[in-house]
């Protein structure tokens, strides 16, 4: 079983940043994992936006975000950022993560509660 907690969203206005963080507990494998970040906005099915492994921190990225957006991780804290930069009003969308069934976009069982991300223009 693993819990993950999404937090960081909020209201921005368009170009500007945000980091979301995904805090990952009971499980204490995570580190052969890798984890996920997918979106879904209103009316819209999830969509893949960005992984990493948690062993080497290799990404992968969807290609609306790319260049814009940042994945890193921190293992001691089992925590994965998603730092988002110059943002649009496309980027609306709640955010969730997930421990990845396979790289780089089949998400597992497992899904934080999610985060709210608004660009206003």
């Known amino acids: 079983q693993v819990q993950l907690v999404e937090s960081g969203g909020g209201l921005v206005q368009t170009g500007g940043s945000l980091r979301l963080s995904c805090a990952a507990s009971?499980?204490?494998?995570?580190?052969?994992?890798?984890m996920g970040w997918f979106r879904q906005a209103p009316g819209k099915e999830r969509e893949f936006v960005a992984a990493?492994?948690?062993?080497?921190?290799?990404?992968d990225y969807a290609d609306s975000v790319k260049g814009r957006f940042t994945l890193s991780r921190d293992n001691a804290k089992n925590t994965v950022y998603l730092q988002m930069n110059r943002l649009k009003s496309e980027d609306t969308a709640v955010y969730y993560c997930?421990?990845?069934?396979?790289?780089?976009?089949?998400?597992?069982?497992?899904w934080g509660q999610g985060t709210q991300v608004t660009v206003s223009s």
């Open positions: 009971g499980r204490t494998a995570l580190s052969s994992s890798a």
């Open positions: 990493i492994w948690w062993s080497s921190g290799i990404t």
């Open positions: 997930n421990v990845l069934r396979k790289w780089p976009t089949v998400p597992g069982n497992y």
